[in-house]
T-cell receptor, first 115, second 112 residues
Framework: DTEVTQTPKHLVMGMTNKKSLKCEQHMGHRAMYWYKQKAKKPPELMFVYSYEKLSINESVPSRFSPECPNSSLLNLHLHALQPEDSALYLC??????????????FGAGSRLTVL | GQQLNQSPQSMFIQEGEDVSMNCTSSSIFNTWLWYKQDPGEGPVLLIALYKAGELTSNGRLTAQFGITRKDSFLNISASIPSDVGIYFCAGRTFAGSYQLTFGKGTKLSVIP
């Protein structure tokens, strides 16, 4: 299995809702990532988990809350989002975080629309 | 932080033509990656480069890691309609930790 699976593919939520994005990989990768991508822009790093511990938080607002329940799963909990948070949210994984030779395998993304 | 200048920003080509795009930086990178992203999908890795001067092919795609370690190019030969998409370069260097810096992307349109 060489895939990163993200659910849901599309999500529409109101500003008062609480929802979660889910990501799963079974490649034995020990680093997992959340990226945010706006239209016609490159992906922007949000969070990195290494060995199930939060390694990097790129000053992301607290209305985004990541969680790594085990080495195969990564969640992004969403609460009180703003319309400007509408974007494609990409999950990625790599063998290790600290290796310069790492390549990231991306999921297909979750398209989030905040009304 | 590091910045990557990717060019061109967009290109329209006839089917069958060759394509070239590149990324440059003022910083030295120790890994260069090229990804392709289709609309509504995540980026897919095309080619990974690890050594200065390295030239690697993947079918009709060829990429090179610049000898100065500050640039990389991607060539696509004999383009076909399914080559349409956005191509991103990404470079990795050590700055406290190894993280990826993405170029702004090259949007490729192929006219049949």
């Amino acid at each position: 299995d060489t895939e990163v699976t993200q659910t849901p593919k599309h999500l529409v939520m109101g500003m008062t809702n609480k929802k979660s994005l889910k990501c799963e990989q079974h490649m034995g990768h020990r680093a997992m990532y959340w990226y945010k991508q706006k239209a016609k822009k490159p992906p922007e790093l949000m969070f990195v988990y290494s060995y199930e511990k939060l390694s990097i938080n790129e000053s992301v607002p607290s209305r985004f809350s990541p969680e790594c329940p085990n080495s195969s799963l990564l969640n992004l909990h969403l609460h009180a989002l703003q319309p400007e948070d509408s974007a494609l949210y990409l999950c990625a994984s790599s063998q290790e975080e600290g290796s310069g030779a790492n390549v990231l395998t991306f999921g297909a993304g979750s398209r989030l629309t905040v009304l | 932080g590091q910045q990557l200048n990717q060019s061109p920003q967009s290109m329209f080509i006839q089917e069958g033509e060759d394509v070239s795009m590149n990324c440059t930086s003022s910083s030295i990178f120790n890994t260069w990656l090229w990804y392709k992203q289709d609309p509504g999908e995540g980026p897919v890795l095309l080619i990974a480069l690890y050594k200065a001067g390295e030239l690697t092919s993947n079918g009709r795609l060829t990429a090179q890691f610049g000898i100065t370690r500050k640039d990389s190019f991607l060539n696509i030969s004999a383009s076909i309609p399914s080559d349409v998409g956005i191509y991103f370069c990404a470079g990795r260097t050590f700055a406290g930790s190894y993280q990826l810096t993405f170029g702004k992307g090259t949007k490729l349109s192929v006219i049949p």
